[in-house]
């Protein structure tokens, strides 16, 4: 199994753009999660979805977040509009019956 | 409010001493707790659970001690190595190893050879 791959690696883009994040969970994980992490609050959880359902998206900071999972084999997290703020590694985790998460290589954004 | 604390940013030691990486929670409804480990450009990967009927779970070097009273637990690292230089995440959750992790901020281990 290839794990949970995220696209982009790296994002940089300027203040006020759109940015879109992807994940592509493991086949058969029915579970999926968004984290942001940064230095002063750590790994944070955004949301998560069960069977591609949003189930707690309280974490989710401004409106300017959304988060899809339109199948169980995709997910996107979108900013929109972003600010410097937003800066962070942003990491997707699926997890299955066993209950152990598997995280994906994170995308570094970087808003300017 | 932070329900899970790791209050030491980072942590230096020498090769092959032991690594004692601390963590506590406010929540008494955890009953599953875990460390994972975090190189630079990697996302986390798991080390080791515990539950919370048990108070030490131990695996090859690594080993978790839990102290509910205190709502306390400890990361030992014995022999350490220069490959256990990372960043560890203390994360913890209820309903078992199915319920949701909620993780600290991480502690980043240096081990000096």
């Known amino acids: 199994d290839a794990g949970v791959i995220q696209s982009p690696r790296h994002e940089v883009t300027e203040m006020g753009q759109e940015v879109t994040l992807r994940c592509k969970p493991i086949?058969?994980?029915?579970?999926l999660f968004w984290y942001r992490q940064t230095m002063m609050r750590g790994l944070e959880l955004l949301i998560y979805?069960?069977?591609?359902?949003?189930?707690?998206d309280s974490g989710m900071p401004e409106d300017r977040f959304s988060a899809k999972m339109p199948n169980a084999s995709f997910s996107t997290l979108k900013i929109q509009p972003s600010e410097p703020r937003d800066s962070a590694v942003y990491f997707c985790a699926s997890r299955g019956t066993g209950g152990r998460y598997t995280f994906g290589s994170g995308t570094r954004l970087t808003v300017v | 409010d932070q329900q899970v604390k790791q209050n030491s940013p980072s942590l230096s030691v020498q090769e092959g001493r032991i690594s004692i990486l601390n963590c506590d929670y406010t929540?008494?409804?955890?009953?599953?707790f875990l460390w994972y480990k975090k190189y630079p450009a990697e996302g986390p990967t798991f080390l080791i659970s515990?539950?919370?009927?048990?108070d030490k779970n131990e695996d090859g070097r690594f080993t978790v001690f839990l102290n509910k009273s205190a709502k306390h637990l400890s990361l030992h690292i014995v022999p350490s190595q220069p490959g256990d230089s990372a960043v560890y995440f203390c994360a913890a959750s209820y309903g078992g190893s199915q319920g949701n992790l909620i993780f600290g901020k991480g502690t980043k281990l240096s081990v000096k050879p």
């Open positions: 979805f069960n069977n591609n359902v949003p189930i707690d």
């Open positions: 929540n008494s409804m955890f009953d599953y």
């Open positions: 515990i539950s919370s009927i048990k």
């Open positions: 086949s058969g994980h029915n579970s």
